[in-house]
């Protein structure tokens, strides 16, 4: 008998293991993530009922893989523009969640007696909420629509970034065990160092290269090039130091940025599927039943304080962004569980070997307790609400409405924080840019040119002069270039500004010349540096037309490669006017909806729901303010405005099946290509196509005839047929039978 590794065994058994529970999941309406828990949990080596997993180190590492594929396909759905359109009041409540729940995650665990790291840990792991279960849960209840979901769905982007910052920490803390606030600071710097890093040369060159290679590709190489892509900057991600998961995240949201992002996130679904249960299953293998029995106090607790916890936390960073009670409420109640993120930093406690074994199994079954309790939650929001306005007084409610209100008004913006704004913003990208040339130009470039070209002085003096020509472009954005020449004109117009507008603009050149003197005492020493950066300047200032030209190349690359894919679901966006509660939102036009085939006049939606029609998607056609008489088609996706009440009543309609006709017209019929011969009393003899009325009585098409021997392909609609002729006809079979039969009149009398 041939041996069968151990790997395909395990494997084997996990994936069966995972496919039964899956089924039973799914009939059950529950989290799949659940079933694969429980799945691993059977076949781990705690519970002796059923086969067991013989090796659970390569399942680790299968496990590992899963991790990667997960946060990379979290990566494709997070993309740094949706970031920056998140806006302050998810900003807000995702930042004061987090550290409302760091705070009371360590607190709990110094309460139970826990050491200082598990209690760090254990503050990670409930800061995360589960983007995976609160989407799911908003797709079953049916409020993606409401305006408390886009608000949601914000919180759960910044989260995003804040884990990954949290994992970069955590590991920080757990190597040097101590809040050590300079080494923290140290790797902040570094991430956000590598991130901008990444995120800019990945934008230059990704979404470029997938365009120029888009004729060679189809959905095999694609899938092949994504996933390599993703390794590559899993590599690089943990040559920096930093875990394999962080750089698998990092390309996702780069590719995010693409054109390809859609198809690349539906290739790479099956993929991330297969890991990420694996993934799932390895979390239950590492569950000790026995343990959690031991440890059911303090799961409740921790339950107890996730679930209170979250809820005060988001609806009280509601209320400070302004978002109203109700919305508040709402969303708090919608975030109180942990999920993958959670797991990962379970994960990553353990593999440090900083936390207690006691910890995963935790944070597993307080997981899942949540994550039975989500829909629950979601569901209380409104009666919890109502309950809320009534205890509270009159005036606290009337104070919040106007503070909702005043919150909400637009500001202006001074031209002096414009200016300051993008001084800043260009300081730090171009300081970023311009180091990473030089880090890179030391570490690999001069130590190629020494071993290969030229050694000594004259190899370290070209490998300045690359060096220098690939920062002049950034050099000079640094130097002279503005973004905001309007609001710098306007300041420049009041003389008693004009002195601080003279000293940004020195601040600015003397930032680039110190680079260009770092660049150099690489290789030089600091006066040689000095003399050649003073000789370099003068001649960027010679050259600055070309330079410049040179430089708006490529940011025209960069913003074209960063603005290429538009952002098609407008209901993420969720465009609010408050204190009016309505907002823009989008649905999908099933084949089967009685608007298909109606016209916006036919449907009357803003006299029947007080909704607006606003944008129509069909395609790659988008129409913009549709007129009255556009038609309603099957697969449309319309942008709708109004209110949530308006909308769920809209949603209704727009779901809801168009009753078949009593005479049968909308019942599938069978089609074929089917032959007819005309003969001497056919009803058809000595009449043209168009006459015969064939196309009405099959409801078919006349796609050929055969006459006097001659073949005829798509005949002319005059022809006129005669004894003898064979018609091919592509239409229902029994009504074209009936045809058949049916005989002339003079014939049957």
């Known amino acids: 008998m041939a041996h069968l590794p151990h790997l395909v065994t395990d494997l084997g058994l996990i994936l069966g293991a ?119 849960a908003f797709d079953e209840l049916g409020v993606k629509s409401q305006r408390f979901a886009g608000l949601v769905f914000g919180v759960l982007i910044v989260e995003d970034l804040v884990a990954i910052l949290l994992m970069v920490l955590l590991s920080t803390v757990a190597v040097s065990q101590q809040f050590a606030g300079t080494e923290m600071l140290a790797a902040v710097l570094k991430l956000a160092f590598f991130l901008i890093v990444w995120f800019l040369a990945g934008i230059f060159l990704i979404p470029t290269f997938l365009k120029k290679a888009s004729k060679l590709m189809n959905d095999e190489t694609l899938l092949i090039v994504s996933i390599a892509l993703c390794l590559l900057m899993v590599i690089l991600a943990a040559q920096v130091g930093f875990s394999p998961a962080l750089g698998a995240f990092i390309m996702g949201s780069i590719l995010a940025e693409t054109t390809k992002a859609e198809k690349i996130e539906h290739l790479v679904a099956s993929v991330k599927d297969l890991f990420g249960a694996i993934f799932f299953v390895s979390v239950g293998i590492l569950i000790d039943p026995a343990m959690i029995v031991t440890y059911a106090g303090p799961i409740a607790i921790i339950t107890v304080v996730t679930l209170v916890g979250k809820f005060l936390s988001i609806t009280g960073g509601g209320l400070i962004a302004g978002q109203g009670l109700k919305t508040s409420i709402q969303s708090g109640m919608s975030v109180s569980q942990i999920g993958e993120f959670s797991f990962i930093i379970a994960t990553l406690g353990l593999t440090l070997n900083v936390t207690s074994d006691f910890l995963y199994p935790v944070a597993v079954a307080v997981s899942a307790i949540t994550t039975f309790t989500t829909p629950y939650m979601i569901r209380m929001a409104e009666p919890l609400h109502r309950s809320v306005e009534a205890i ?310 006349i796609v050929g005839i055969e006459k006097n021997g001659e073949r005829i392909l798509n005949p002319d609609s005059e022809l006129v047929f005669e004894e003898g002729d064979l018609l091919w006809i592509v239409g229902s079979p029994w009504r074209i039978k009936q045809l058949e039969a049916t005989k002339h009149k003079e014939h049957i009398n």
Request: no cysteine; glycine share 6%; net charge neutral.
């Open 392 to 701: 509270l007084p009159a005036r606290w409610i009337s104070k919040l409405n106007e503070y909702s209100s005043g919150a909400q008004t637009i500001g202006t913006t001074s031209d002096w924080k414009l200016v300051l704004r993008s001084y800043v913003l260009n300081l730090v990208i171009y300081t970023v840019i311009i180091i990473a040339i030089v880090l890179l130009s030391a570490r690999y470039l001069n130590p190629f040119i020494s071993e290969n070209v030229m050694n000594g002085n004259l190899g370290d003096m070209i490998t300045s002069a690359i060096t220098l020509i690939l920062m002049a472009p950034f050099l000079w954005a640094l130097a002279v270039h503005h973004t905001q020449k309007e609001a710098q004109g306007r300041i420049w117009a009041n003389r008693n500004y004009r002195s601080l507008i003279i000293v940004l603009e020195f601040a600015r050149i003397g930032i680039a010349i110190l680079f260009v003197v770092f660049l150099l005492h690489q290789f030089f020493s600091v006066q040689v540096a000095i003399l050649i950066g003073l000789v370099i300047t003068v001649l960027m200032a010679i050259f600055s037309k070309r330079i410049q030209s040179f430089y708006i190349r490529i940011e025209n690359r960069f913003m074209s490669n960063l603005n290429a894919r538009e952002i098609n679901e407008a209901a993420k966006l969720h465009h609010t006017l408050t204190p009016w509660d309505v907002h823009l939102t989008s649905f999908e036009v099933s084949a089967w909806s009685v608007a298909v085939g109606k016209s916006l006049v036919e449907l009357q939606v803003r006299e029947k729901f007080g909704v607006n029609v606003a944008v129509i998607e069909r395609g790659d056609r988008t129409l913009m303010a549709p007129t009255r008489h556009e038609r309603i088609l099957p697969g449309d996706k319309v942008y709708i405005f109004g209110t949530d009440e308006q909308l769920e009543a809209f949603k209704e309609f727009i779901e809801s099946e168009a009753v078949p006709a009593t005479d049968g017209a909308y019942d599938k019929e069978e089609i074929k290509l089917q032959g007819l011969v005309v003969s001497a009393d056919s009803v058809l003899l000595h009449k043209s196509i168009r006459e015969s009325g064939v196309r009405e009585k099959t409801k078919g098409l």
């Open 18 to 136: 995972a496919g039964v529970m899956t089924l039973l999941f799914k009939k059950l309406k529950q989290p799949l993530v659940l079933g694969y828990i429980i799945a691993g949990l059977l076949v781990g080596p705690h519970i002796a009922l059923f086969p067991t997993i013989i090796e659970i180190e390569n399942i680790n590492i299968w496990a590992e893989i899963g991790v990667i594929f997960l946060l990379f396909s979290l990566g494709l759905e997070f993309s740094f523009k949706k970031l920056v359109k998140v806006g302050g009041a998810s900003s807000v409540m995702a930042l004061v969640e987090v550290v409302v729940m760091l705070v009371l995650g360590y607190l709990a665990g110094k309460l139970m007696g826990w050491s200082t790291m598990d209690s760090i840990f254990l503050g990670g792991i409930l800061s995360i909420s589960s983007t995976t279960i609160i989407i799911r």
